[in-house]
T-cell receptor, first 111, second 117 residues
Framework: DAKTTQPTSMDCAEGRAANLPCNHSTISGNEYVYWYRQIHSQGPQYIIHGLKNNETNEMASLIITEDRKSSTLILPHATLRDTAVYYCIVRVSYLNEKLTFGTGTRLTIIP | GAVVSQHPSWVICKSGTSVKIECRSLDFQATTMFWYRQFPKQSLMLMATSNEGSKATYEQGVEKDKFLINHASLTLSTLTVTSAHPEDSSFYIC?????????????FGPGTRLTVL
């Protein structure tokens, strides 16, 4: 599995857009980028995933660079409830590939 | 998104006893489920992959005789911690793989906090 690198922690003001970067320079052509978040003492929550095109859903937007070596998760209007650890994971989608969690980014939304 | 439940949400047991944790996919069928363990201030560590109707595949270092996994139906997987000891105290989280409708995503349960006295 390609490895990912994320900042350890970030702060964002409430109401602002939170932009969480992820580097995955060794990603393979058939590997997808997945984002999950874990709020304290809960199971991880799926946010979004993509292969090469930018993706958007009701929770967030995912921007993947053209060379696919990095991506950014965007929470358009951060709220206090978005405070969590955010994990960027790459995996091959069509195999029984496990999700390997790194240390993620601890995002704190500041009132 | 799809919903995965776990039961119980927390359990306290005496050392030497066995504890069973259930993981259910509520609105989709999951041929593959996964069991993770998370210690305080650490990331999730995969313990095993569970495929419906077959034996689970355990990660290196995970004792298969201690952590019994059964995946008897497309919506239910169970993890039994046998002869639990205090060092088994942890947050156990399951996930289920949803491959319906062209999507391939894992959804996680809320977790089970196990405390062994």
């Amino acid at each position: 599995d390609a490895k990912t690198t994320q900042p350890t922690s970030m702060d964002c003001a409430e109401g602002r857009a939170a932009n969480l970067p992820c580097n995955h320079s060794t990603i393979s052509g058939n590997e997808y980028v997945y984002w999950y978040r874990q709020i304290h003492s809960q199971g991880p929550q799926y946010i979004i995933h993509g292969l090469k095109n930018n993706e958007t859903n009701e929770m967030a937007s995912l921007i993947i660079t053209e060379d696919r070596k990095s991506s950014t998760l965007i929470l358009p209007h951060a709220t206090l409830r978005d405070t969590a650890v955010y994990y960027c994971i790459v995996r091959v989608s069509y195999l029984n590939e496990k999700l390997t969690f790194g240390t993620g980014t601890r995002l704190t939304i500041i009132p | 998104g799809a919903v995965v439940s776990q039961h119980p949400s927390w359990v306290i047991c005496k050392s030497g006893t066995s504890v069973k944790i259930e993981c259910r996919s509520l609105d989709f069928q999951a041929t593959t489920m996964f069991w993770y363990r998370q210690f305080p201030k650490q990331s999730l560590m995969l313990m095993a992959t569970s495929n419906e109707g077959s034996k689970a595949t355990y990660e290196q270092g995970v004792e298969k005789d201690k952590f019994l996994i059964n995946h008897a139906s497309l919506t239910l997987s169970t993890l039994t911690v046998t002869s639990a000891h205090p060092e088994d105290s942890s947050f156990y989280i399951c996930s289920a793989r949803d491959r319906s409708g062209g999507v391939d995503t894992q959804y996680f349960g809320p977790g089970t906090r196990l405390t062994v006295l």
